[in-house]
């Protein structure tokens, strides 16, 4: 028998037992959605001391892997949870250690998939970064990745894929007969930031949200749609002339919208890579006489180091970030004063229990009414 959240589900059949595999890459996370799942079966009266299922992927000193399951998945309900994000998972190769990349992930995950055999009464993904995500589109003579490996994981007979704060969920389109669900944890943040930020107020006087770019706006016209407070963005001008590392130049990021003196702002953001473009956005709020400046990733990556946001804490410039337990942080990060990470343990494992008692998920994509639960406790 699976596990009850609550009540939530007490009154659905579950489609089959569930059993959860967590890659390496993110044992973590897995472990904490273990917990939710064990403590909803206990409540619901059923002895349940894990769902998980010990896998792994061993490789040759040549490099070759295989995928190894090491208990039965006959008629589980299954999940197969992934960072391809992890840069900190490492192997042998011809004595020398490789730190995997996103594609040695991805194909981790396909030899589990393989050594499933078709036992499994279904397989669902939970992918939180969406592996090729940032290449999600053509322009001229270039691949289209992201697309390639979702039809590639459909044809291996994968049922659903659930990722987070996809860079371009329209990808999807690419398998419209598979299930596919672009998760927000908006009201992870909204609660992380409450509870981290005592003497922050959420009004219209005191509070904005900002748009880093046209791409983002989207996720920061419905916080600022939940919060009720005002909106601007920054559009990034880039030099159409030359490319550097794949990509046009940012020249400047020009800012509309109202003014942000004395207030506190509020940017959200999929990704934080190298976090040059945030920071620029940062200096050039503080410019306009913005009071304490908070950024939000999904995933908080820092590929080029800490450094640069050090300086900036320090100097009063942001105030903190905040950043989603979905993907590998370093110890480094996480022992940052700015650093506020935000849990989506328990919404993950809610999720899971609504795909496998097949009801709508429709409450869980939208916390409308948590959020405002939220906001009038916090007043």
């Known amino acids: 028998m699976s596990a009850f959240g609550g009540n939530l589900f007490s009154s659905e059949i579950s489609a089959a ?5 967590a890659m390496n890459s993110i044992t973590e996370l897995g472990a904490k959605i273990n917990d939710y799942l064990v403590d909803w079966s206990k409540l619901a009266g059923y002895d349940n001391d894990s769902f998980l299922i010990e896998a792994e992927c061993p490789r040759f000193s040549s490099g070759d892997g295989k995928g190894l399951i090491k208990s039965t998945v006959r008629g589980k309900d299954l999940f197969i949870i992934v960072d391809v994000g992890n840069y900190n998972v490492k192997y042998d190769y011809f004595g020398m250690e490789n730190a995997m990349s996103p594609d040695d992930h ?21 992918m939180p970064i969406l592996y090729g995500g940032r290449q999600h589109r053509r322009s001229y003579r270039e691949s289209l990745d992201c697309a390639c490996a979702l039809q590639e994981l459909e044809a291996m007979g994968v049922s659903n894929i659930v990722t987070f704060d996809a860079h371009d969920p329209r990808v999807q389109n690419a398998i419209p007969l598979m299930g ?15 509870r981290d930020i005592s003497d922050i107020e959420l009004t219209k006087n005191k509070f904005m949200v900002v748009s880093p770019d046209e791409g983002a706006l989207n996720r920061n016209m419905y916080y600022a749609s939940v919060l009720g407070v005002d909106m601007g963005m920054f559009y990034k001008r880039r030099d159409y002339s030359t490319i550097v590392n794949g990509r046009n130049p940012i020249v400047a990021h020009e800012y509309l919208g109202n003014p942000v003196e004395g207030k506190d702002i509020f940017v959200a953001d999929d990704i934080i890579s190298s976090g040059e473009s ?15 400046i908070f950024t939000y990733a999904t995933y908080a990556i820092f590929t080029n180091g800490l450094e640069k946001f050090d300086k900036a804490y320090e100097e009063g410039v942001i105030s903190g970030v905040l950043g989603t337990n979905l993907t590998y942080r370093s110890p480094e990060l996480l022992s940052r004063p700015w650093f506020h990470e935000v849990d989506v343990s328990k919404y993950i494992a809610y999720f899971i229990e609504a795909i496998n008692h097949d009801v709508s998920i429709s409450k869980i994509l939208d916390p409308h009414a948590k959020i405002e639960a939220l906001l009038k406790n916090r007043k």
């Open 106 to 126: 991805f194909q981790d995950l396909k030899r589990i998939i393989q050594a499933a055999s078709g036992k499994a009464h279904r397989i669902n993904i939970i």
């Open 278 to 292: 945030m920071l620029d956005l940062a200096y050039n709020l503080k410019e306009k006489k913005a009071n304490r």
């Open 17 to 21: 037992p569930i059993g959860i595999i």
């Open 180 to 194: 596919f669900d672009n998760v927000m944890p908006t009201y992870q943040v909204l609660k992380c930031l409450l």
